[in-house]
């Protein structure tokens, strides 16, 4: 093995990536256990999250507000949305502060350091099974839901989430370094983004042309990918889906480069 | 192997732009000063090499570790590394301080590359020589420093890499895990490994290392036998070389405190009279201290050991503020070559206030002590003694 040490490296090695697996699993591992240790109720507190949120959702837009949920019971409807709404802004905002938060380990050793937001990004998505089976549970009580083959689509919807989430992690780790004012900046971004996503209403009661402005938001597919595939409502894959899904592959590739330019130097910065 | 070849890192001083400061005015928020931590190095380790980094505060020893560790990226020249590197560098260990011990090892060994079965079958030998087995399930952050350092040195020792690099993280261990470890690095490289050891303790140099390079602001400022390198940093004139980082290094609120240590005069010789001055600066009145001076020679033997008390009966009944402590020896019994000096403040047969390991060394000259042309240096033993031979044939 030889190893070449040079001050510029235009890309990102990613058999190297490939040759670390093993390190991502482990800190995939890692950063659940360091969760789950933080937390008194620990699992529990996970399914509670959301719950907590559909709670008030459902007192403030389905009660006060009265907003209409296509017909499905409210508190059912956004809990659908939610889940992997709330699961990709843990995973947004974990990786975009994951290499300020690693920084003991990454001063002292070498390894890719994209497995680093990477495992942030993996790590909360475990959150997303755990409330998915809270959902079910919801669904079964509800007698909401229609099993069909759609559900072999909703681990695509997550990898959609999960690659935005990656996205903006990758830019806002990169941008961070430099700009530490930069580090609150994804938790706010994700307080708006619950409004510019249908998460506690319905897209059917968007008029045009906001409707459109929505769908530019990857997250809009994934939110309605998931109640079309599970309640039978929201928005199927529809050609306008392209968009969105291109502007998330070019701000990975992007975000991917960035960060690596980054990388190299982070720790002079810290 | 390692090849470096004009390797340099230029460092931006000054803290980084905030957003704001940037938004206000560009031009003077990007603008930075600059300073060259390392320029122009280039040098070739042979495997089976263990080569001592030398060079005083802000040489640049730990800026050459960090870039060959890939800690951070040069900015200029590069370094050929054949075979799997592992760096032990300066403070803090790659630990995560939640995680256990044995968490700690897995992980560690996931960094640098290896898989989970080749862990597991050296977890045992990891764990025995650092001598944690009762902690091992115990969270990091409850470690003493030693017990972090020696685990940390453990791992990286026993995976085996084909190139280790160690930043100074040894003085942190007591003088039994130093030899461990000095002795543990020798066998590594008879087996072929490529080793790089920064440190201040010219005796472990001198000890371990066959060659050393020394570096000056940044630059190699010479590269050869550790014997003439340690040579050259100490200077032909200068043989007592106090290391101001270890007077530095101690904790802000203990008891008492060494200000400074000074020995006089500034060139030794066997046999000649030295005074030893321990600026001290006592926090509250201190009953019956006692304070302790030891050499070491370049294997680690402690070959002289004065103290107040209990050994000299000199009884001090109490010190207050600020002061020094003048330790006179009217001839030095030892034979030329390197020994470090270490001193401690101690409540006798207590404990140990403040401890100062190695915080100075000795190039002792070496004398003609027996009037025969030959200068005793360590190789003639470490004392000198007064003695005649005389030959009796029986018949
Ligand atoms: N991250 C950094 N940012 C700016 N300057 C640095 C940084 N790290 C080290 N330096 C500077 O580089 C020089 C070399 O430092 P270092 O390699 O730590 O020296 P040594 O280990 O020999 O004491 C010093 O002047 C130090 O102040
Ligand atoms: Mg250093």
Redesign the pocket.
Known sequence: METIIEPARPAPDLRELWRYRELLYVLVLRDIRARYRQMALGPAWIALKPLITMVIFSLVFGGLAGLPSDGVAYPVFTFTALLPWMAFAEAARASAGSLVARMDVIAKVYFPRLVVPLAAVLAALLDLVVSFGVLLVLMAISGEGVLSWRWLLLPGYVLLAAATALAIGLWAAAAAVRFRDLRFAVGYLMQAGIYATPVAYAASIVPEPWLSALKLNPMFWVVEGFRWALLGTGTPPEPAMLIPLLAVGLALASGVVVFHRMERTI??WL | MIRVEGLGKR???GGEPTLRALLRSPRAALQHET?W??RDVSFIVQPGEIVGVI??????????L?LLGRITAPTEGRAVLHGRAAALL?VGTGFHPDLTGRENVYLNGAILGMSRREIERKFEAIVAFAGVARFIDTPVKRYSSGMQVRLAFAVAAHLEPEILLI?EVLAVGDAAFQQKSLGRMGEAARAGRTILF?SHDMSAIAQLCSRAIL?EG?HLAADGPADSVIGAYLGQTESVHIDEGVVAAQPQDAPIRIEAVAITPEAVGTGDPLTVRIHYRAAEPLAAPGFVVTLHDTLGVEVVRLSTLPISGFHIERIEGAGHIDLHIDSLPLTGGLYTLSLAVTRPRVDTLVALDRVATLRIAARDLYGSGVLLTRSRGVVPVAHRWSLHPSD
């Open positions: 720790v002079d | 460092y931006r001083i300073i931590a390392l060079g005083r505060n802000g040489a640049g020893k730990s800026t050459l960090r300066e930043d920064v570096l940044g």
